[in-house]
């Protein structure tokens, strides 16, 4: 079974462009989730996807937007790239579980974005 | 509002010695509690976690972690470290459906 798949691995931008990472979220998994990692602020919630529809959302500018498509994959969109969104970007599905709504994630190896 | 906290930012260990990472959390209600792993380069795994029942929870490569509720902790520990060990390691909270809060990490050094 494939697991989560990131592309792409790296990607370097410059200041002012913008980037579009895509995550193929393990067969049968509805639930995409995206994580921004850095080393002064450590893993941080960008939003979750279900079926379509963002279902939860973290602290961050409207510059980070996301969808996802019939098939659940999910795409991230970060506009007007600054300095300071160098970063892992990383995506987790999830298969929606029990009844307790508990979600085990199973992350991709991520995508590195250097911003210069 | 829920945190979790790892007291340990950088822990070296001998190589065959044995291992506990701390992990504190804060949140009205019991929890799903989880520890990940991040290789150099490389995404999460997921170690082991913890829904209910028996506090002792057995996860992959050798790790286990207990759950205390009346010290809000759920500590890693694995008996004998190896070299492949050697790594970043992440406890995580989650309650219903909110989003998965992590805790600021712990790396983890082995030494021959």
């Known amino acids: 079974k494939a697991g989560v798949t990131q592309t792409p691995r790296y990607l370097i931008k410059t200041r002012g462009q913008q980037v579009t990472l895509s995550c193929s979220p393990i067969?049968?998994?509805?639930?995409v989730s995206w994580y921004q990692q850095t080393p002064g602020q450590g893993l941080q919630f960008l939003f979750e996807?279900?079926?379509?529809?963002?279902?939860n959302k973290g602290n961050f500018p409207g510059r980070f937007s996301g969808r996802q498509f019939s098939n659940s994959r999910s795409e991230m969109n970060v506009s007007t790239l600054e300095l300071g969104d160098s970063a892992l970007y990383l995506c987790?599905?999830?298969?929606?579980?029990?009844?307790?709504?508990?979600?085990?994630?199973?992350f991709g190896a991520g995508s590195r974005l250097t911003v210069l | 509002a829920q945190s979790v906290t790892q007291p340990d930012i950088h822990i070296t260990v001998s190589e065959g010695a044995s291992l506990e990472l701390r992990c504190n959390y804060s949140?009205?209600?019991?929890?799903?509690l989880f520890w990940y792993v991040q290789s150099p380069g490389q995404g999460l795994q997921l170690l082991l976690k913890?829904?209910?029942?028996?506090?002792l929870v057995q996860g992959i490569k050798g790790f286990e972690a207990e759950f205390k509720r009346s010290q809000s902790s759920f500590n890693l520990r694995k008996p004998s470290v190896h070299w492949s060990d050697a790594a970043e390691y992440f406890c995580?909270?989650?309650?219903?459906?909110?989003?998965?809060?992590f805790g600021t990490g712990t790396r983890l050094t082995i030494i021959p």
């Open positions: 995580a909270l989650l309650f219903g459906n909110e989003k998965l809060t």
């Open positions: 067969s049968g998994h509805r639930s």
């Open positions: 913890y829904f209910s029942g028996d506090t």
């Open positions: 987790a599905s999830s298969l929606q579980t029990t009844s307790s709504g508990a979600n085990v994630l199973t």
């Open positions: 996807y279900f079926s379509e529809t963002q279902r």
């Open positions: 949140y009205g209600a019991t929890p799903y």
